[in-house]
């Protein structure tokens, strides 16, 4: 069983609200990811981290998603003004470093914006 | 760019009958190719990854195999059960920085 875990695991927002989420990642994992599963099931890469600091992340991120994984705390992910096209299945996943490594995901916060 | 091409979106069958799933990807990277599984209202897990040509790679009953110069990694199962009605996804691991470039999936549903 995965041992990411994800709270909360649902999130009713209103539009403009804050929405927050977060994530413990496995024991040991440095690399942590942050996806995006729409209701279509598609997944979107939103920010990874290596040792809390950000190895990449996507336009929409920088914008209007803020992220951080401090040490010896939860990762966090915040949409600053939720908008109905952010409503999602939001998964966070951890990783030992390198390719080819097996990513272990959480069971995900499921955001509905209203 | 990148990308994976799972051309089946929903796949229904009667258990006990034999299936694959299709998965092609490009990269200008040497290739890693994934299988997750995702049920209902529960975390994707692995199934199967594989960097090595030719070479099957197995777990719990699933198997595919890696060719590099078709850039395929289909999805078998020679008997699937009730158990195993869920989502697929094939990925790809093009660099260690993005992390995984996930497929459209193909929904499983098996019946009895």
């Known amino acids: 069983n995965s041992k990411v875990i994800q709270t909360p695991r649902y999130l009713v927002k209103g539009q403009g609200q804050k929405a927050k989420m977060r994530c413990i990642p496995e024991k040991g994992h440095p690399v942590v990811f942050w996806y995006q599963q729409n209701k279509n099931n598609e997944f979107k890469f939103l920010i990874n981290f290596q040792n809390q600091e950000v190895l990449q992340q996507i336009d929409m991120t920088e914008k209007r998603f803020s992220a951080e994984c401090p040490s010896n705390s939860p990762c966090s992910l915040e949409i600053q003004s939720s908008e109905a096209g952010d409503s999602a299945l939001y998964l966070c996943a951890s990783s030992s470093q390198g390719r080819g490594t097996e990513v272990f995901f959480g069971k995900g916060t499921r955001l509905t914006v209203v | 760019g990148d990308s994976v091409t799972q051309t089946e979106g929903l796949v229904t069958l009667t258990k006990g009958l034999p299936v694959m799933l299709n998965c092609t990807y490009q990269?200008?990277?040497?290739?890693?190719l994934f299988w997750y599984v995702q049920h209902l209202n529960e975390a994707p897990k692995l199934l199967l990854k594989?960097?090595?040509?030719?070479k099957r790679t197995e777990h719990q009953g699933f198997y595919a195999t890696l060719h590099k110069s078709s850039s395929s990694f289909h999805l078998q199962k020679s008997s699937v059960q009730l158990s195993d009605s869920a989502l697929y996804f094939c990925?790809?691991?093009?660099?260690?920085?993005?992390?995984?470039?996930f497929g459209l999936g193909t929904r499983v549903s098996v019946f009895p």
């Open positions: 594989s960097s090595t040509d030719n």
């Open positions: 990925a790809l691991s093009p660099n260690y920085a993005q992390g995984l470039t």
């Open positions: 990269t200008t990277y040497s290739p890693f």
